[in-house]
């Protein structure tokens, strides 16, 4: 039994915590497939470059490294992501112990492990999201010292220490900017922060920040250069994800707002909301509530507010660097409350709920992911109350079978036979399971970051398998018109634990070729084949 968390116990309670969870992340990471997202990423990890299509480089560039030592493997390509998040784990503790105090660190930890979106997608899958939140937070760490926000109030620091954070600052950050452009949202917190409170304002003329800004900006070069050889598409595509659909669509936002609360888990959910409240209320008393109501209100309610207009669909953790900075006052409210006789008996419960809920949940699902036992009743039945047919879990098994077939038709040692597909998604997962070995082309108006690691002038002439799910519609439309002949074969079957799950149409198409007679400028394939830019001008 754990002994009650003190301020002297508290670090030790909270490496232990981050060594088990480390551990069994690493355990997740090796024995479930990639999601859509992980796969659709790793051939930028293949292939290194200064920057991609929709993300910053720094995941891809870790992962590369990490699949080069440790193979080709789902825990090779993930281990940086596990690794950081144990990283992220201590500097919200750390973070947190000086804002307010260690056992409130320790209690932050805890039920940033418990939320959904934080213990599996964030601690464990190959995204940009792992690397962002160590940074933020090394940054934040940074920064609340320089500021001098503290619990004890501020320290005297010398002016090569202040200097010397300013510049940690600078680095930290611009590491953050390399992983996803959320970083803007903590430069402009800060600056937020420095302006509201009148004892911050001096550094509004101090060098420091100034210097942290343009080592920030030096650290981005990669994205700036690869951007403007590119005709600055990341950023269009990024920025266009918060343009209008046409209308106020109140169902969006609602919609953004039930999934922030699923994603992160109502229990947790509501009291981290009110958080954000009491942080609000008490800004002008306690520099750290203000600085963390700062950090947290912009990226809430930028990605929240714009799915007003914009329809952001299922991406609900784009919020999360926000909620992360509410762990930090969540944790002194739980330490508050254990500590009071009315409120401890209820706090308990609610922490032992949450505990079995987390580990439950998550075992059931991981266990259901990579055997396919809860058939009756699970994600498949739920699904299908909704008229799908498809085990939404499948999305995280990978299609060995698909390499199975291309090396029993001898396909894949063929090498004038491409592979390809009809959706970025579906690109992903086929790319994940040939593991790079067949240069693969996206047949669609929207192939997004494979447009630029493959080349499709160089495939002219061959043979292609393309790959369909559930639209044929898509073959026949955005397939046929590039080949001389294209003949559907015998479905792949993707088996889990024995069991038919899902099937996979398989299109033979010869000659692969610049279409006849017809111009298709919506598709970036056309666009390479003669002999432009897929994006831009």
Same mark, same amino acid.
């Given at each position: 039994m754990m002994k009650k968390v003190t301020e002297s116990n508290a670090a030790?309670?909270?490496?232990?915590?981050?060594? /088990?969870?480390?551990?069994?992340?690493?355990?997740?990471?090796?024995?479930?497939?990639? #999601?859509?997202?992980?796969?659709y990423y790793f051939r930028g990890a293949l292939h290194l470059d200064l920057s991609y299509f929709d993300q910053p480089p720094l995941f891809f560039w870790?992962?590369?490294?990490?699949?080069?030592?440790?193979?080709?493997?789902?825990?090779?390509?993930?281990?940086?992501?596990?690794?950081?998040?144990a990283g992220t784990s201590w500097m919200l503790f750390l973070v947190t112990k000086r804002l307010f105090n260690a056992?409130? #660190?320790?209690?932050? !930890? !805890?039920?940033?492990?418990?939320?959904?979106? %934080?213990?599996?997608? /964030?601690?464990?899958?190959?995204?940009?999201?792992?690397?962002?939140?160590? %940074?933020?937070?090394?940054?934040?760490? %940074?920064i609340v010292e320089v500021l001098g926000i503290t619990s004890q109030g501020q320290e005297k620091l010398s002016t090569v220490r202040v200097y010397m954070l300013w510049i940690l600052v600078g680095i930290s950050m611009g590491l953050a900017i390399l992983s996803k452009y959320h970083t803007f949202f903590l430069f402009l917190s800060a600056l937020i922060f420095i302006i509201s409170n009148k004892n911050q304002r001096h550094w509004l003329l101090h060098p420091g920040p100034y210097i942290a800004l343009l /080592?920030?900006?030096?650290?981005?070069?990669?994205i700036l250069l690869w951007n403007y050889h590119n005709?600055?598409?990341?950023?269009?595509?990024?920025?266009?994800?918060?343009?209008s659909s046409g209308g106020i669509h109140p169902d969006w936002f609602l919609r953004s707002i039930g999934g922030q609360c699923l994603w992160l888990l109502p229990w947790i959910w509501f009291p981290l909301i009110i958080q954000l409240i009491l942080s609000f209320r008490l800004r002008k008393q306690f520099q750290s509530y203000s600085f963390l109501f700062w950090t947290a209100i912009l990226p809430l309610a930028f990605f929240t507010t714009v799915t007003l207009w914009s329809d952001l669909q299922y991406h609900f953790h784009w919020q999360a660097p926000g909620y992360l900075m509410l762990f930090m006052p969540?944790?002194?409210?739980i330490y508050q409350h254990l500590n009071d006789p009315a409120h401890v008996r209820g706090t308990r419960r609610w922490l032992r709920f949450s505990v079995c809920f987390t580990v439950i949940t998550i075992g059931v699902l991981t266990f259901h992911e990579t055997t396919g036992f809860w058939q009756a009743y699970g994600p498949k039945w739920v699904v299908a109350q909704f008229g799908d047919t498809v085990d939404? =879990?499948?999305?995280?098994?990978?299609?060995?079978? /698909? =390499?199975?077939? %291309?090396?029993?038709e001898g396909w894949m040692n063929n090498p004038k036979i491409f592979a390809g597909t009809t959706r970025w998604w579906l690109n992903g997962k086929v790319d994940w399971a040939l593991k790079g070995k067949k240069d693969i082309v996206c047949f669609n108006d929207d192939p997004r970051n494979i447009a630029f690691l493959i080349d499709p002038n160089k495939l002219v002439g061959q043979d292609a398998v393309v790959i369909d799910q559930y639209s044929p519609e898509s073959v026949k439309a955005d397939v046929t018109p590039y080949f001389d002949t294209v003949k559907q074969l015998p479905d792949i079957a993707i088996i889990r634990n024995g069991r038919d799950e899902l099937h996979l149409h398989v299109y033979y198409c010869k000659n692969f070729h610049k279409p006849? #007679?017809?111009?298709?400028?919506?598709?970036?394939l056309y666009r390479q084949l003669t002999g432009r830019p897929p994006f831009g001008k």
């Open positions: 030790r309670y909270t490496v232990v915590l981050i060594v /088990i969870t480390f551990i069994i992340r690493l355990l997740v990471a090796a024995y479930t497939g990639l #999601g859509i997202g992980e796969a870790l992962s590369g490294i990490s699949i080069r030592v440790l193979g080709l493997t789902n825990l090779g390509l993930r281990f940086p992501d596990v690794l950081l998040f056992s409130a #660190g320790f209690w932050a !930890v !805890v039920v940033m492990n418990l939320s959904a979106v %934080f213990t599996i997608p /964030i601690a464990c899958w190959f995204q940009p999201d792992a690397p962002l939140m160590f %940074f933020w937070l090394l940054s934040t760490y %940074f /080592i920030t900006i030096a650290f981005a070069w990669p005709h600055w598409v990341s950023f269009v595509f990024q920025g266009s994800r918060a343009g969540l944790g002194y409210s939404p =879990t499948m999305q995280g098994v990978d299609y060995d079978d /698909i =390499t199975t077939r %291309f090396e029993k006849k #007679g017809m111009s298709r400028e919506d598709m970036p």
